[in-house]
T-cell receptor, first 115, second 113 residues
Framework: DTAVSQTPKYLVTQMGNDKSIKCEQNLGHDTMYWYKQDSKKFLKIMFS???????INETVPNRFSPKSPDKAHLNLHINSLELGDSAVYFC??????????????FGPGTRLTVL | AQTVTQSQPEMSVQEAETVTLSCTYDTSESDYYLFWYKQPPSRQMILVIR??????QNATENRFSVNFQKAAKSFSLKISDSQLGDAAMYFCAYRSFGNQFYFGTGTSLTVIP
């Protein structure tokens, strides 16, 4: 069973389009995250979200928005895509109140290419 | 905010030899968790090893071990008997008491046959 899944794994689109990446976790975790990994492999946190709080990295453009229909899902919506949005996007989850085994579990990543 | 520094962008090691990847972090917290993640070319992020700050004993997972120096805020990863499959990007990560994660910039490890 896949713990954290993302769809699609690859996404190629034109500038100006709006797209979504879906993320689901079956671990029962209470916190989910979105990361952007650029071509230099730097991992940048974009959002973290649990039932109570959405924390947004202030450097993330407001064209990016997370949507959580329920505790197991955190989708990423991107409006008006730009060339600089090309990257690999990772979803992750963790459990906030567990003293051990509290690492983040990552999805397989979505490679977004904006043409 | 906490920062995590990996000062070695690239490292290489001969197969079967030992290599150490360095990581330092900055924090004012006393309780926190540290992790090393591996990202092979498949790009999947894989947990290698974890360390709780309140535990003085260094964590070990088979060929992987850490040297955790809390006072120095240092958390290095030692890979013994390196194998070709160890070639990957390695990320050091810090988890704060408030459940926020901070990642270093990564070290690209090459294993030479």
């Amino acid at each position: 069973d896949t713990a954290v899944s993302q769809t699609p794994k690859y996404l190629v689109t034109q500038m100006g389009n709006d797209k979504s990446i879906k993320c689901e976790q079956n671990l029962g975790h209470d916190t989910m995250y979105w990361y952007k990994q650029d071509s230099k492999k730097f991992l940048k946190i974009m959002f973290s979200y649990n039932n109570k709080e959405l924390i947004i990295n202030e450097t993330v453009p407001n064209r990016f928005s997370p949507k959580s229909p329920d505790k197991a899902h955190l989708n990423l919506h991107i409006n008006s895509l730009e060339l600089g949005d090309s990257a690999v996007y990772f979803c992750a989850s963790s459990q906030s109140d567990r003293p051990s085994y509290n690492e983040q579990f990552f999805g397989p990543g979505t490679r977004l290419t904006v043409l | 905010a906490q920062t995590v520094t990996q000062s070695q962008p690239e490292m290489s090691v001969q197969e079967a030899e030992t290599v150490t990847l360095s990581c330092t972090y900055d924090t004012s917290e006393s309780d926190y968790y540290l992790f090393w993640y591996k990202q092979p070319p498949s790009r999947q992020m894989i947990l290698v090893i974890r360390q709780e700050a309140y535990k003085q004993q260094n964590a070990t997972e088979n060929r992987f071990s850490v040297n955790f120096q809390k006072a120095a805020k240092s958390f290095s990863l030692k890979i013994s008997d390196s194998q070709l499959g160890d070639a990957a990007m390695y990320f050091c990560a810090y988890r704060s008491f408030g459940n926020q994660f901070y990642f270093g910039t990564g070290t690209s490890l090459t294993v030479i046959p």
